[in-house]
């Protein structure tokens, strides 16, 4: 079975900041790993995947991840935070490209001017 | 873009009733999920569906649920007797066997 941890299910981080998302999983086999952020009162939306290709993973609005298998991590991170990343951010994990997301427990960022 | 539609996008019900949900997933997808998200708490699997049957389902997933996909393009979920506990926002998702999940935004069901 697979399963994903996320640290902190609160982040604070001040406009222009690093922001810094952890995310350890657990599995099997070679995961797919996602990750996902929900605006509030929105449905989920794709940031960035893993799917066993380059290790560092590139997605929108200026989010990478960089998935090391030595750690079982795959930690979200954006160099300079915006007021409008304010949403909470889930870290996903699949054993194939059909199989079910096994979500972590979700992590709010606050952004502070 | 294409993308995954739900509604009603909100629906208050009693306690008992039955509920549908319904979805209409992106049109050349093969796979097709509910998911749901209990206020605070995180997204949990119920079902995906696959070559119109039940691929797997989570332990949540007991005799009070179904899903059909009765015509080709909808596919629903249905709760048979609400309960209060069923309260929660349900997604729905579909994927094309890439791996990447497309949800829909969501429908939230209240039951008092």
């Known amino acids: 079975a697979q399963s994903v941890t996320q640290l902190g299910s609160h982040v604070s981080v001040s406009e222009g900041a690093l922001v810094l998302l952890r995310c350890n999983y657990s599995s099997s086999v070679p995961p797919y790993l996602f990750w996902y952020v929900q605006y509030p009162n929105q449905g989920l939306q794709l940031l960035l995947k893993?799917?066993?290709?380059?290790?560092l993973v590139k997605g929108i609005n200026g989010f990478e991840a960089e998935f090391k298998k030595s750690e079982t991590s795959f930690h979200l991170t954006k160099p300079s935070a915006h007021m409008s990343d304010a949403a909470e951010y889930f870290c996903a994990v699949s054993i194939d490209s059909w199989g079910k997301l096994q979500f972590g427990a979700g992590t709010q960022v606050v952004v502070t001017p | 873009e294409p993308e995954v539609t739900q509604t009603p996008s909100h629906q208050v019900t009693q306690m008992g009733q039955e509920v549908i949900l319904r979805c209409v997933p992106i049109?050349?997808?093969?796979?097709f999920y509910w998911y749901r998200q209990i206020l605070g708490q995180k997204v949990e699997f119920l079902v995906s569906?696959?070559?119109?049957?039940?691929?797997?389902k989570s332990e949540i997933f007991d005799d009070q649920f179904s899903v059909e996909r009765p015509d080709g393009s909808n596919f629903t979920l249905k709760i048979r007797s609400t309960k209060l506990e069923d309260s929660a926002m349900y997604f729905c998702?579909?994927?094309?066997?890439?791996?990447?999940?497309?949800f829909g935004e969501g429908s939230r069901l209240t039951v008092l």
């Open positions: 049109s050349n997808h093969l796979y």
């Open positions: 998702a579909s994927n094309s066997n890439t791996g990447e999940l497309f």
């Open positions: 893993y799917t066993s290709a380059a290790t």
């Open positions: 569906f696959y070559n119109n049957e039940i691929s797997e």
